[in-house]
């Protein structure tokens, strides 16, 4: 059977929110079968549940963000790429800001945090949404689309016209039946341009951004000491965002994604015209061996808990 799972035990981190830039104080804690991811602003009395959900998507402008009664918390998406790529289901998460920490700007410490606390298998199926059918989403030139497959995969293609970005692939395929998320995805960072700082700034975003946490470029070259992490870190951190974005759904999706210049906004929008069309997905387990596809079995494996 392919179990849910949480984490064996609580884990902190404290860092630095991105766009707001106020200190941040993160608790990872386990939660029960059946719960599903659900943020806490333990900031406010009384602190208020956000859990994950599409429908509670805000603020798509730089990340993706939950609201509730007037109150958000944003920049999900990285924690939530790696609670998918464990294939963790349940989780409480505490946070003490309106937003989770950017930490190095990838998904690479929010998965060194999971694997530190340990991960649990328990004693419930884990619930899969299989897509029965092809939906789109198409803005302008952007366009974005699910379509049946049983196991998860996604093709991605971005265009920036500048000589750091197209100096490296610009588009990839990541199958989970033979890709490691936390080899392959988990360490591609975020990345912005020096001359869009100022503008974003004083419309209250990326206070909090630094070479630390971001791949930044001024206009012809990446300015960060270290380089790139993958020769593909540009593309790779875009499917990074949709593994997170996609997971707001609540379970992890048997499914091929593809996406040309899409972002949060339209990885929610597709989510949206995937639940709307109830003929196009359904919920599934695997409960038995044999009725398991390979690829999920690869995927979900028990020696993928090992640290």
């Known amino acids: 059977m392919i179990k849910q799972r949480t984490l064996k035990s609580a884990v902190k981190a404290t860092g630095v929110g991105l766009h707001g830039g106020r200190k941040v104080n993160l608790t990872l804690r386990p939660a029960a079968p059946d719960t599903g991811i659900v943020f806490h602003r333990v900031d ?32 999900v998406e990285h924690l939530m790429s790696a609670l998918a790529g464990l294939g963790i289901d349940n989780l409480h998460v505490d946070v003490d800001a309106p937003e989770i920490p950017i930490l190095d700007g990838s998904s690479g410490p929010f998965v060194f945090l999971l694997q530190s606390a340990g ?43 500048h000589p ?8 990839v395929t990541v199958d989970f039946a033979e890709h490691s998320y936390v080899r392959d995805v988990a360490r591609a960072r975020t990345f912005g341009f020096m001359q869009d700082v100022e503008f974003m700034r004083a419309n209250g975003l990326a206070l909090g951004g630094s070479l630390d946490n971001a791949i930044v470029m001024d206009e012809y070259r990446v300015l960060n000491a270290d380089g ?24 992890p999706l048997l499914a091929a994604y593809s996406a040309h210049k899409a972002g949060h906004a339209l990885n929610n929008q597709i ?37």
Request: glycine content about 4%.
């Open 271 to 307: 989510l949206r015209v995937l639940l709307e069309d109830a003929s196009a997905w359904e919920l599934v387990s695997f409960e038995q061996e044999a009725a398991t596809p390979a690829a999920v079995a690869h995927q979900f494996a028990p020696v993928a808990l090992a640290a």
């Open 44 to 75: 406010l009395n009384p602190p208020l549940d956000l859990p994950a959900d599409p429908y509670s998507v805000c603020d798509t402008r730089m990340c993706s963000g939950l609201e509730k009664g007037g109150e958000k918390v944003g920049t």
């Open 119 to 161: 991960i649990e298998e328990q004693p419930k199926p884990k619930r899969f949404m299989r897509v029965k059918k092809a939906v789109e989403y198409r803005e302008g030139d952007k366009w974005v689309r699910l379509e049946p497959y049983e196991g998860f995969r996604l093709d991605f293609s971005i265009v920036f016209n």
């Open 228 to 251: 790139l992490r993958y020769a593909d870190e540009f593309v790779k951190h875009k499917v990074l965002d949709a593994i997170g974005d996609l997971y707001l759904c609540r379970h």
């Open 164 to 171: 750091a970005i197209d100096s490296t692939a610009t588009s």
